[in-house]
């Protein structure tokens, strides 16, 4: 029964047996990684010779491992950069070249070529090519832009500003509300100073700057018989001057810069040179920081004089 068996099974799946007093010979095989695992039918038609020869009918059959799992010998990829894509991506451009500029129309679009939203094409290419493509791109968005209309692009137009509330400011009218409001700032400080400057101050501002305007027509060099320096001089009175007394022109019913009478007899300085009115009553009411002045001032001329008598006696 068993003989019948493995007769039939050789003729109908199997091949010729080998001859007896002949080895079979054994193929090697490379090491090869199975990646998962292989399941074969019972009907595999890759049975061994050996189990074929087999006497009992429970022996196991063992199926080999199919041709279809191996490596394949043969790479299916194609690449990108070969000479006959080179050539036609040549003949494109010379075509497109002739035709018309690229930055003046826009090349129709190749049903082969994937665009990227960069412009530049999908898949793999040189570095040069990419640069190309995005420069391309990059003139075509530019010629479109200064082919649309100003009104539309916003090109040449005043910037709108606006406020909290996305009211339009006008900004004309702004900068001369904000240049009045700055001049009258000015002129708020300026009448503030001049209020609290006194009567006196006011007068003297006004003598310097008539001789400012009389300064243009003088000479350049004053001599000692310049009678109007000498004038000057000779008005000019100083509290401490012993001749006060009697070379004084304005001795009763003497009157100040304002033209109101001051008082004639003896009263203490001050730094400003103002003499007290006519109706003083010769009592000091200050609290002595006049006297404190004028003490500071002769100690720092004091000092003066003596560091320059110091070094005259050491040369």
């Not at 009411?285 to 006696?313: C, H, I, P, V």
């Amino acid at each position: 029964m068993s003989s019948n068996l493995a007769a039939y099974l050789a003729k109908n799946y199997l091949n010729a047996d080998p001859p007896s007093n002949s080895k079979p010979k054994k193929k090697k095989r490379k090491h090869e990684s199975s990646s998962g695992l292989i399941i074969a039918d019972d009907d595999a038609p890759t049975w061994s010779a050996t189990n074929a020869n087999s006497d009992t009918e429970d022996t196991p059959i063992i199926a080999g491992t199919s041709t279809s799992f191996r490596k394949a010998k043969k790479s299916n990829w194609i690449l990108a950069n070969t000479n006959e894509t080179a050539e036609a991506d040549a003949i494109i451009a010379s075509n497109r070249d002739n035709s018309k500029p690229a930055d003046d129309v826009e090349a129709l679009p190749d049903p082969g070529v994937v665009k990227m939203e960069s412009g530049a094409h999908a898949g793999l290419q040189t570095a040069a090519q990419v640069s190309a493509q995005l420069a391309a791109a990059k003139r075509k968005e530019e010629a479109r832009f200064a082919a649309m209309d100003p009104s539309v692009t916003g090109m040449g137009q005043e910037t709108i500003y606006r406020d909290a509330s996305g009211r339009i400011i006008n900004i004309a009218m702004a900068r001369a509300e904000a240049r009045k409001k700055a001049e009258e700032e000015e002129e708020k400080v300026a009448r503030v100073r001049e209020m609290q400057k006194g009567e006196v101050q006011k007068i003297e501002e006004e003598e310097r700057r008539k001789k400012l305007q009389e300064a243009k027509y003088m000479t350049l060099a004053r001599y000692r018989d310049d009678e109007e320096m000498n004038r000057e001089m000779k008005e000019e009175e100083r509290w401490a001057d012993p001749a006060l007394a009697f070379l004084t022109k304005r001795k009763d019913g003497a009157r100040s810069k304002t033209g109101r009478k001051t008082y004639q007899g003896a009263a203490p300085p001050n730094r400003f040179g103002i003499r007290p009115g006519h109706r003083w009553d010769g009592v000091d009411r200050g609290n002595g920081f006049e006297k404190k002045w004028f003490l500071a001032q002769n100690k720092l001329k004091e000092k003066k004089e003596l560091q320059y008598t110091s070094m005259m006696d050491i040369d």
